[in-house]
């Protein structure tokens, strides 16, 4: 009985968001150079959440390779929007490559605040990360809340998330990821960055000269799960050697159908549209939910966190993937 | 037919992958970059090396000094900036220290010796598959109309390539306001924050 009055508050708050997000989305979306009305292809999508939303949990939001100032970007925002009225996240992990073909002034305006504009109103932090689009300068932007470092760590509740500059993995960088991680006791390790370590993409793949550098201390430090964009699609990969790995850079770019069909590394992909990433850390869980640009579920699932030092061997760390039915 | 051909393929494939699993370079990896961290970077270096290496970074040290002593001279730039100050800073930046490196050649940081001890130590460091990957890695982005040239601005609409991080460990380590960055097989010392090439050297990548 408990849990059917909760799902039918949890239905109405979203239909009730969705209502309240469309109107905002319709009067708050942004001018275009060509002076035309942002469409909101997402209106009539029901929204769905699959997300346990428990008592002190960690809540977030992951997107990647936003910056394109696109109708389809402030589609998606919109789709992120209506959901925070029923999953109230507090922050957002950006993936890189947040500025396309420039970083004017207006560049911000266009491709980030006019797109985020009622999260950023609902004062919905953004951790960003620097993409191989993305100048160093972007660190002193006050919206990216990196605190002028190119690299830099912060933590939520029992979360320590360490955004990395994957672009320029120079012995400085590594250095400070390999002290910080040293000395880190948070009980979930989180790391994000632009290039995918593991990735299934037919046109750039995984990165495996960054995987030798920095997977080991992954391994050694025992980093929980890692987050990247550069590919234009979403995909949770198959766990490797015990950590969790999702790309997620189909946040304002799609390259359709470049996920490499019978990829052993692939779990579960979606490169059909645009998405998102909806994450609840909660105790010994990692709850996930992907969103697409229509407001639908392409992904979901719960995870378990891992012993505190993974084995390299993958049968002895095989983590516990339970996906959403 | 069809679903046989695939189930053999995912069989190869999940072979290869446990296969490369199972003796993955992670372990001896992971001993290799906290080697590497530790060590003195001029390590097994011969003395005439060493001395070009030394040089090397006292030249690009001293132009980190004077780009310095330039931005010291400048509003500071806060940790939350606006767009518009970020922008008017680096600028500013770019002006100024272009105006002081006016006549500025290439050559002048990246000398014929060190350009061929890099040069040389790519070539050692790549070879065969790691080559093709470090190749295609490098020549996929696009920097098509970046102007190779000594004094010019690195455009901000350009992509980056990624910098191997096998490669930085390899090279003379730079102060954090310097980056090595190549453009197609060309490699470039560009001040991270007004984007201002300040050498380059010719077909770095064989």
Redo the contacts between chains.
């Keep these: 009985m408990k849990r059917i009055i909760t799902s039918m508050l949890i239905y109405g708050a979203l239909v009730f968001g969705g209502l309240v997000g469309n109107a905002l989305a319709q009067t708050a979306a942004p001018a275009r150079a060509t002076g035309e009305r942002v469409a909101t292809a997402t209106a009539a999508a029901p929204l769905k959440l699959t997300l346990p939303l428990k008592d002190g949990s960690v809540r977030f939001l992951v997107i990647g390779d936003t910056g394109t100032g696109t109708e389809q970007q402030q589609e998606l925002s919109n789709v992120m929007f209506r959901y925070r009225q029923a999953f109230p996240y507090e922050f957002v992990l950006m993936m890189g490559d947040n500025m396309y ?5 207006e ?3 266009l491709k980030f605040e006019n797109v985020y504009k009622q999260l950023l109103d609902d004062k919905v932090k953004f951790y960003a990360s620097l993409g ?7 660190r ?3 919206l990216f809340n990196m ?2 470092e190119e690299f830099y760590r912060f933590t939520k509740g029992n979360v320590a998330f360490y955004a990395l500059n ?7 960088q ?2 400070w990821l ?1 002290e910080e991680l040293a000395k880190d006791t948070s009980e979930w390790k989180i790391v994000y960055m632009h ?1 995918p370590p593991y990735s299934s993409g037919g046109k ?1 793949g995984s ?4 995987r ?6 992954f ?2 430090y025992g980093v929980n799960a890692v987050f990247a964009g550069h590919e234009h699609f979403y995909e949770r990969v198959k766990p ?2 015990g950590i969790y790995y999702f790309i997620s850079g189909a946040g304002g770019k799609l390259r359709p159908g470049d996920v490499k069909k ?4 692939t779990e579960k992909a979606f490169d059909t549209d645009m998405s998102f990433m909806l994450l609840e850390v909660a105790g010994s869980e990692l709850h996930f939910q992907v969103i697409s640009r229509t407001g639908d579920t392409v992904d979901s699932g719960t995870l378990t966190k891992q012993a505190a030092k993974p084995k ?1 061997s ?1 049968a002895a760390a095989a983590p516990v993937v339970a996906p959403t039915p | 037919m069809k679903n046989k051909m695939n189930r053999a393929t995912n069989f190869v494939a999940g072979l290869l992958l446990g296969f490369g699993l199972a003796f993955s370079p992670s372990a001896s990896m992971a001993q290799d970059i906290s080697g590497q961290l530790q060590a003195d970077p001029l390590e097994g270096l011969t003395v005439k090396q060493r001395e070009m290496v030394v040089a090397f970074q006292e030249r690009v040290k001293d132009y980190t000094k004077m780009r310095e002593a330039i931005e010291a001279r400048m509003p500071k730039l806060a940790k939350e900036s606006t767009p518009e100050q970020i922008q008017a800073h680096k600028t500013e930046l770019e002006k100024r220290v272009r105006e002081a490196r006016a006549g500025a050649k290439r050559g002048q940081l990246f000398t014929p010796d060190i350009a061929g001890y890099i040069r040389r130590a790519i070539k050692n460091e790549y070879r065969g598959a790691a080559l093709k990957e470090l190749r295609a890695s490098v020549l996929e982005a696009d920097t098509k109309g970046v102007p190779v040239r000594v004094n010019y601005v690195y455009p901000e609409s350009k992509e980056l390539v990624e910098m191997s991080p096998k490669l930085l460990l390899k090279l003379p380590q730079l102060p954090k306001q310097v980056r090595y960055r190549f453009v197609g097989r060309n490699l470039l010392l560009v001040d991270r924050e007004n984007d201002l090439i300040v050498d380059y050297m010719l077909n770095a990548l064989p």
């Design positions: 073909g420039g970083e004017k002034p560049d911000f305006k191989n689009h993305d100048e160093s300068n972007q002193f932007y006050e605190n002028g994957s672009n320029y993995m120079d012995k400085r590594i250095k390999d290039h750039h990165s495996s000269g960054l030798e550098v920095v997977e080991p201390i391994l050694k490797q050697k019978n990829s052993p590394l390299t993958p």
